[in-house]
């Protein structure tokens, strides 16, 4: 009955334009335009991905390309992230993501299958110093050698690094419209993408700035203007080590790190202080030891000139590596 009343329809419609179609051609005509809606229906299943990522196939229901992710409710793998957090870069099957690691592991992770979820979506961004070194889940945008229009949805759109080619001179980017592409990073000398504002989320548009390095140095330098407050002061990043004392930041990475969190005060970043990795979670007002997970408190204080200097010069009296 229901296929009656179709065919009813289309011949009114048909009749309406001025146009007379022969039975045998009305059926014709259904079976097109069942065809063409049930091709509709299934292009509408995926997310707003497009078809530019080549190999990379968008699957409903899972973390878009470039998602930022860590451990999950339903985490059964052990030591596998070493506790740190890792980027979708692979849609694997339905319910399955790839993770790669911040540390350079990579493996399948359910996110739906099973009705499980090994695997959370954090808000995190990505920290490196130089576009050469990007790794998946760094924010880009166009860079200095940029030749292909407005696939970024235009000039200042911030995407996401997703994964890097074998190759290691190019690399896939995810942009806000979903929109997905490989761009060339050193590559016969050419770079079409240079670093986002660490402290800016996807779809906003900013000028690209140079990232912090926030490796310890022994030489002693002069506090960023940051880290200067209007009463004088200055703001001191410390820590607090296992005998409960309040120990500062190198001056260097004080500066770094108050840059971070005026521009994005639950931001994450990492640093390096004597031989070791760690993670910085303002958010949380603590460091993680990438190796040994030990967590400590950190706090920013507010001192004065005089009380800055000491505290520093202290720390630097004590030759503790």
């Given amino acids: 009955m229901d296929q009656l009343r179709s065919r009813l329809a289309l011949a009114a419609f048909l009749q309406e334009l001025g146009e007379r179609v022969e039975e045998a051609e009305l059926d014709g005509l259904m079976q097109f335009l069942l065809a063409m809606l049930c091709l509709q229906t299934l292009a509408g299943d995926d997310d707003d991905d497009d078809s530019s990522g080549g190999d990379d196939p968008v699957i409903g229901g899972l973390p878009h390309h470039g998602a930022r992710v860590r451990r999950g409710r339903d985490w059964k793998w052990g030591n596998q992230d070493k506790g740190e957090c890792g980027t979708v870069i692979r849609h ?36 490196v110093r130089r576009i ?28 996401i690094v997703y994964r890097i080619e074998e190759s290691r001179v190019s690399v896939r980017v995810r942009w806000p419209s979903g929109r997905r592409g490989v761009y060339r990073n050193g590559k016969d000398g050419k770079y079409d993408l240079d670093l986002a504002n660490v402290s800016v989320q996807a779809g906003k548009k900013e000028k690209p700035v140079t990232k912090l390095n926030i490796s310890a140095s022994p030489a002693r330098q002069t506090p960023s203007e940051k880290v200067e407050t209007k009463g004088g002061n200055r703001y001191c990043w410390q820590w607090k080590d296992k005998d409960g004392k309040w120990r500062p930041y190198t001056v260097e990475q004080i500066s770094s790190m108050e840059e971070i969190y005026q521009r994005n005060p639950s931001a994450t970043c990492k640093l390096e202080r004597d031989s070791y990795t760690y993670h910085i979670d303002f958010g949380k007002m603590q460091q993680q030891n990438v190796d040994t997970k030990a967590v400590r408190q950190i706090r920013r204080a507010c001192l004065n000139r005089d009380d800055f200097d000491l505290a520093i010069a202290l720390e630097q009296s004590l030759h503790i590596k």
């Fill in 132 to 159: 050469a070194d990007v790794k998946p889940g760094c924010k880009v945008v166009r860079g200095l050698h940029w030749e292909w229009e407005n696939q970024d949805g235009g000039a200042g759109n911030i995407g």
């Fill in 92 to 127: 694997y099957k339905k319910g399955i993501v790839e993770v790669e690691w911040d540390h350079g592991g990579k493996n399948h992770y359910r996110y739906g299958a099973e009705e499980a979820a090994d695997v959370q979506v954090i808000e995190d961004t990505r920290v």
